[in-house]
C-alpha cells in the first residue's frame, strides 16, 4: 500500500491522505468510466482504479445508460485490467444490446462470479412488451455457481432451461426478476433465498408445464404481475409476508367463460393445471398458507384464486389480509367466505372497494349487495377489525352504503377509510356494535 506523504498529510487533500482500502471503497460508488479517469489524479491514484471494491457500468450520470455496442471495448479492457480482483458488487446498466454481443454479456456475468462478487445487478433498458417477449437478450442455460453471492437482480433479460437452479449459490438470499421472460424454465430452485421479486415478467405459454418455485426458506414474496401460466408455489414454511398480484392477460380461464368454478369439470378447471408433475391442483394458495400477511389481488374473473378455493388449505398463521375489489363482488361472495373459513386466527381483513357512483344514488352499480357481504363475513367472530377502503365519487353514497353493511353485519368493528381517488383523505372513522359514526 502506498502511504501518502507528510505534505499530503499536512495539506489540503484530505481524500488523498485516507487509506488505499477506504479509497478503493469510495471509488466503488463511482460509474467505472469515472472510477477508471481517477488515474490521471496523482502518481498514487495510477491503479488504485484496478481494485475497487464494486464495478458500476453505467451512463456518465447513472441514469441514461449506453448501449452494450458503446461499451463493450470498454469492458473487455476493465476487466482484464483489474485481473482477479475480489469484488462486492457488479453493476451492469444499458441501454440496448444486439444478439452478437450477448456472449460477451454472459461473459462479464461469469467474470463477476469468479470474482466473489457478493451483489450482482443486470439492468437492460428494452421496449418491454409482452408480445415481443422473445426479443429479450437470453443468458445462457448454466446455473451460477457461487458461495459468495448473497444478492442477483435481473431487468429485461430471458433466462431458460438451468439457470435458475441456485442450488450451488448456497448464501444467495435476494433474488429478483424485473421485465424478465422464463417460459423455458421449470423450477427456480434454492433452498437459501430469502426474499423472492418477480414483476412484469413472464412465466410461460407452453401447455407443456408451469414454472415451479422451490423456495422452502422463502420469508417474502412478491409476485407483481406475472404474464401468462400462473407459477407453481411449492411449500415455504417459513413464508412471513407475501404479495400476489394476477394480471388481466394471465393464461389461467374457464373455458366456459361464465361457468360456476366450483362445479366445473372443463379441462381447465377438472384437474389440469399444466404443472410439471401433472398432479398437484393447487397452484398458489398451498404455498401461501404458512404466510402470515397476505395481499391477493386478482382480475374481474379471478379464476386461479377461485380454482384453488376448491382444494382451500387452512391458513393457520395468516392474520392479516389485503384483497381488491373482485374478492367482495357477487360473483366471489363464496371464494370470500372461503378463505375466510380457513383462516382461523385473522385479525385484520382490508377491502379495497374502488367503486364509482353517479352523484347521489343510492344505489351503486357494480358494487356488492351490502346484505350478501355482511352475511359471507359475519360469522367470522374472531376479526378484531375491518378495514373497508373506498374510492367513492359521492359522500351520501359513501353513508348509505356503510350504513347498510353495517346494519347487516355483526362483525366487532370497522375501520373504514376514504378515498376521493387521487390519494387517501384524512377522514377515517370507526363503528362498532353500539355506534356508527360519520
Not at 432451461?161 to 435476494?174: D, G, I, K, R
Not at 401468462?228 to 404479495?243: C, Q, R, Y
Not at 385479525?347 to 352523484?359: A, G, S
Request: with cysteine; charged share 25%; hydrophobic share 40%.
Amino acid at each position: 500500500m502506498e502511504v501518502p506523504t507528510t505534505g499530503e498529510r499536512r495539506g489540503g487533500d484530505r481524500i488523498g491522505a485516507l487509506p488505499d482500502g477506504v479509497l478503493e471503497d469510495i471509488l466503488g460508488f463511482l460509474p467505472a468510466q469515472d472510477a477508471v479517469r481517477t488515474c490521471v489524479l496523482a502518481r498514487r491514484w495510477r491503479h488504485l482504479w484496478k481494485s475497487a471494491k464494486a464495478l458500476r457500468v453505467v451512463g456518465g450520470d447513472g441514469k441514461f445508460p449506453w448501449s452494450v455496442k458503446e461499451l463493450r471495448e470498454f469492458v473487455d479492457y476493465l476487466l482484464l485490467s483489474r485481473g482477479g480482483a475480489p469484488l462486492d458488487t457488479f453493476e451492469l446498466n444499458f441501454r440496448g444490446f444486439s444478439d452478437e454481443e450477448l456472449p460477451s454479456l454472459n461473459i462479464w456475468l461469469r467474470y463477476a462470479v469468479t470474482c466473489k462478487a457478493r451483489v450482482l445487478r443486470l439492468r437492460l433498458r428494452n421496449n418491454f412488451e409482452v408480445e415481443g417477449f422473445h426479443d429479450l437478450p437470453k443468458l445462457d442455460g448454466l446455473p451460477l455457481v457461487s458461495k459468495h453471492l448473497t444478492r442477483l437482480e435481473l431487468h429485461g433479460v430471458e433466462v431458460y432451461t438451468s439457470f435458475p437452479n441456485f442450488s450451488s449459490c448456497p448464501v444467495l438470499e435476494h433474488l429478483e426478476f424485473n421485465k424478465c421472460e422464463f417460459s423455458l424454465v421449470k423450477k427456480i430452485l434454492s433452498d437459501s433465498i430469502k426474499h423472492l421479486n418477480i414483476t412484469e415478467s413472464i412465466s410461460g405459454f407452453y401447455d407443456s408445464f408451469r414454472t415451479r418455485i422451490c423456495a422452502p426458506n422463502l420469508v417474502s414474496l412478491h409476485l407483481d404481475e406475472v404474464y401468462g401460466w400462473t407459477p407453481v408455489l411449492e411449500t415455504m414454511a417459513s413464508l412471513v409476508e407475501a404479495f400476489v398480484r394476477i394480471p388481466e392477460l394471465c393464461l389461467d380461464q374457464c373455458e366456459q367463460w361464465h361457468a360456476n368454478y366450483w362445479d366445473c369439470d372443463c379441462k381447465s378447471c377438472d384437474k389440469h393445471d399444466n404443472s410439471a408433475n401433472g398432479h398437484d391442483s393447487c397452484v398458489l394458495l398451498k404455498g401461501l398458507s404458512e404466510a402470515k400477511k397476505l395481499t391477493l389481488f386478482s382480475y374481474p374473473l379471478m379464476y386461479i384464486f377461485k380454482r384453488d378455493l376448491r382444494c382451500c388449505p387452512t391458513f393457520s398463521k395468516l392474520k392479516t389480509l389485503l384483497l381488491n375489489k373482485y374478492w367482495p363482488e357477487p360473483d366471489s361472495l363464496h371464494a370470500l367466505a372461503c378463505i375466510l373459513e380457513h383462516s382461523p386466527v385473522l385479525e385484520k381483513l382490508t377491502l379495497q372497494l374502488f367503486l364509482e357512483v353517479p352523484k347521489y344514488a343510492e344505489e351503486m352499480k357494480g358494487s356488492p349487495d351490502p346484505e350478501e357481504l355482511s352475511a359471507a363475513i359475519s360469522e367470522y367472530e374472531f376479526f378484531r377489525c375491518l378495514i373497508l377502503v373506498l374510492k367513492l365519487h359521492d359522500e351520501g353514497a359513501q353513508f348509505l352504503y356503510l350504513r347498510d353493511l353495517f346494519n347487516h353485519s355483526r362483525t366487532h368493528k370497522f375501520n373504514v377509510h376514504v378515498s376521493n381517488g387521487l390519494g387517501y383523505c384524512p377522514r377515517k372513522f370507526s363503528v362498532n356494535s353500539d355506534t356508527f359514526i360519520y
